[in-house]
């Protein structure tokens, strides 16, 4: 550490200083916007609705969060950022924080670190420092500055090292949900998140490397830079689960953004049918595939029918005659223009109209819109789009695909083979789509009929988390959602644990309609210690051949353990030793052991969570299901008996990718405790 020799005080009582200062200059920030009287400003009370919550959501943005560290760093330029060098203008200090903060005359103290300005405290080198003379960064315990360390970018003489306050940032406890990574974000992640709008991004990257935390503060991102145009777009974050979803749903509101939903896929395709079966693997694999998306085309276009008579349009005393052959024309024109099957239908009846208005026109009449929208209502126009282009309900479409045999096989010939049709049929119809027992796989293929019939509304941008074990129709679902706008895809094809995984980025951002989308890939790891993940890592080649094993850039090796045992007493051991540390511990089990193992645990009197309980000073043991492993992390794990967790999936590859994913959980240490033998692919 060193001390700047312009500075008039000792360095951390100024830096303690401003970090006062600032606190006092966002809390008058956040007063005036709660002092503000809009009841003269809004002419009705729809207005005053709409501006009371965009006040509230403001007053929450500027929040002053006691625990989290207003600024994280600071850059001195040498120049002012936008001046002519040449001119020898005095540089200028920035500190870079979560959010902005201004004084009274509207001079910044903190910079948000989305900002231009920002961007040099994580790109900026010793190669390359960007007109950077200093970058601090400090070091902070319960809120307060207690460290700082600078590096001199332009001092040939400092050799280029690595941050100790940085290391510690990365390797500190995990307890709670997850937080954002501001203070750590490196070179890499840093040109990911600040990718332009218009761009699908999809990042392969293996455990522990940031790729959710890169996702979500992406969004952060193009909140900041194309803040209107989402704002009338919307944002959303898709992960794989509720647990998922809550451990990270404090990262976006501790940056400020708090409009952005959160989901699961099935929740996007939840519709107006409940969930209420189940698929076996062989039907959920035929289901997701997107050939079930030319099926489905055809089914719904199937209701469409050619006409035998023509329609006859009664108006006073005329009577106007539309030909079969010309009907005939109009419905195969609206079939070849491939418009959804909802918007054809309501196209239809003008275009009859339009036919008798050319009639009345060569009669010598006159008649105008008005006239062509009453023809269009008229009763035998009515009848005609009725028989010709009936309305279609897309649940009550797939109920039939998969209840009727002789119908699946009119629409899915040249498609599915003929055992892949009996896979995914009924053994026993259901009567109605109230009692029908429709699957997760079921409701996202009314999904896509829904939209066959009538279009989905697009997001401006969506992130779709561990999406590497969607299958292709729900990517399509996804898709959906963001036709008009990007997306950001965050996955690991190592982690892949469905039947159905995902087996390349190029065709998993095909399906979701993004061909042009840009892949890149995260190597370095910040999570897992070095001795876990290169363990883990043997696994790779069984089941991703191919893929680069993530390097782990943490200098603490962390600690790992293969302890034998006899039974579920040292299992307990093994929790009962990790939480004598600082920070979570998780115990993983595969899903069928979860039972004896929590009542071993209870037995112990060893208090335990759910994924997705909050942890507590009294209670940071939570027990994980390894099919609810994926996305979560804690401090300390243990991995009880691997070779069952292997066993509790569907197929050997499946099995050992959710091994991989329960190794990969852990920040600081592992204990893999075993009775069978394990895995022979683990053998060194």
């Not at 897992?528 to 363990?535: E, F, H, K, R, S």
Request: hydrophobic residues 40%; glycine residues 8%.
């Amino acid at each position: 550490m060193s001390t700047p020799v312009d500075d008039p005080l000792e360095p951390l009582s100024r830096e303690r200083s401003h970090l006062a200062s600032s606190r006092a200059a966002l809390r008058a920030m956040r007063e005036d916007v709660e002092s503000l009287d809009i009841s003269d400003v809004t002419a009705n009370w729809v207005n005053a609705e709409v501006l009371a919550r965009q006040i509230d959501e403001r007053i929450k943005a500027l929040a002053d969060l006691s625990d989290t560290p207003l600024f994280f760093g600071r850059l001195d330029y040498l120049h002012a950022p936008g001046a002519d060098q040449a001119e020898g203008a005095d540089g200028e200090r920035f500190y870079i924080g979560r959010r902005h903060v201004h004084d009274d005359d509207g001079d910044p103290m903190v910079i948000d670190w989305r900002a231009p300005v920002s961007q040099p405290f994580y790109r900026a080198s010793k190669k390359d420092p960007l007109d950077v003379s200093l970058r601090r960064r400090f070091g902070y315990t319960r809120g307060e500055i207690t460290a700082y360390e600078d590096e001199h970018l332009l001092d040939p003489g400092e050799a280029a090292r690595t941050s100790k306050l940085l290391q510690q940032e990365i390797e500190r406890p995990r307890v709670g949900p997850m937080r954002d990574i501001v203070a750590t974000i490196q070179p890499e992640q840093d040109e990911i998140v600040r990718s332009g709008l218009g761009g699908t991004v999809c990042v392969q990257g293996g455990p522990g490397t940031g790729k959710t935390a890169v996702g979500l503060h992406r969004v952060a991102y193009l909140l900041y830079a194309h803040r209107e145009r989402l704002a009338r777009t919307g944002t959303l974050v898709i992960g794989p689960n509720r647990s998922f979803l809550h451990y990270i749903e404090q990262v976006l509101p501790a940056l400020g953004e708090l409009t952005v939903q959160q989901a699961t896929v099935d929740d996007l395709v939840a519709g107006t049918v409940q969930v209420r079966g189940t698929d076996d693997a062989p039907a959920a694999i035929v289901k997701g595939d997107a050939r079930m998306a030319e099926v489905l085309r055809r089914a719904v276009l199937s209701h469409v029918t050619m006409p035998t008579e023509p329609v006859m349009v009664v108006r006073g005393s005329r009577r106007w005659r539309v030909p079969a052959y010309e009907l005939e024309d109009i419905v195969r024109e609206l079939l070849d223009r491939g418009i959804r099957y909802g918007a054809a239908r309501e196209a239809l009846p003008q275009r009859i109209a339009h036919a008798v208005l050319v009639q009345m026109e060569r009669s010598g009449e006159a008649p105008d819109d008005r006239v062509q929208d009453a023809v269009a209502r008229n009763a035998a126009v009515k009848a005609a789009v009725k028989q010709l282009w009936p309305p279609v309900d897309p649940a009550k479409l797939v109920l039939r695909l998969l209840g009727d045999a002789d119908f699946l096989a009119a629409h899915a010939d040249g498609v599915l083979t003929g055992d892949e049709q009996k896979t995914i049929l009924w053994a026993k119809p259901a009567r109605s789509v109230k009692t029908a027992r429709f699957s997760s796989a079921d409701a996202v293929l009314i999904d896509e009929a829904t939209d066959l019939v009538q279009r989905t509304h697009s997001l401006g941008h969506v992130v779709l988390d561990e999406a590497q074990d969607l299958s292709p129709m729900q990517y399509r679902a996804v898709g959906r959602r963001c036709t008009t706008g990007s997306a950001t895809v965050l996955g690991d094809l190592a982690q892949g644990t469905t039947p159905w995984a995902t087996r390349s980025w190029d065709e998993a951002l095909a399906h979701l309609g993004k061909s042009e989308g840009v892949v890149e890939e995260l190597t370095a790891g910040f999570r897992v210690p070095t001795d876990v993940i290169a363990y883990a890592s043997r696994l790779l080649p069984h089941i991703a051949p191919g893929l680069t094993p993530v390097a782990s850039v943490r200098e603490n090796p962390g600690f790992f353990d293969l302890r034998a045992t006899t039974g579920t007493a040292e299992v307990v051991t093994a929790c009962e030793e990790l939480l004598r540390n600082e920070g979570s511990t998780g115990l993983i089990a595969a899903d069928a052991r979860v039972a004896s193992v929590a009542e071993a645990l209870t037995a112990a009197g060893i208090p335990y969570l759910a994924p997705g309980e909050e942890t507590t000073a009294e209670t940071r043991l939570t027990l994980v299901p390894a099919s609810l492993a994926k996305g979560l992390e804690y401090d300390y794990v243990v991995l009880d008996e691997p070779q069952a967790v292997v066993d509790g999936e569907p197929d050997e590859r499946t099995g050992l990718r959710r091994l991989y994913v329960a190794l990969t959980r852990a920040v600081s240490g592992l204990i893999v405790t075993h009775s069978a033998p394990l895995p022979a692919q683990l053998e060194d």
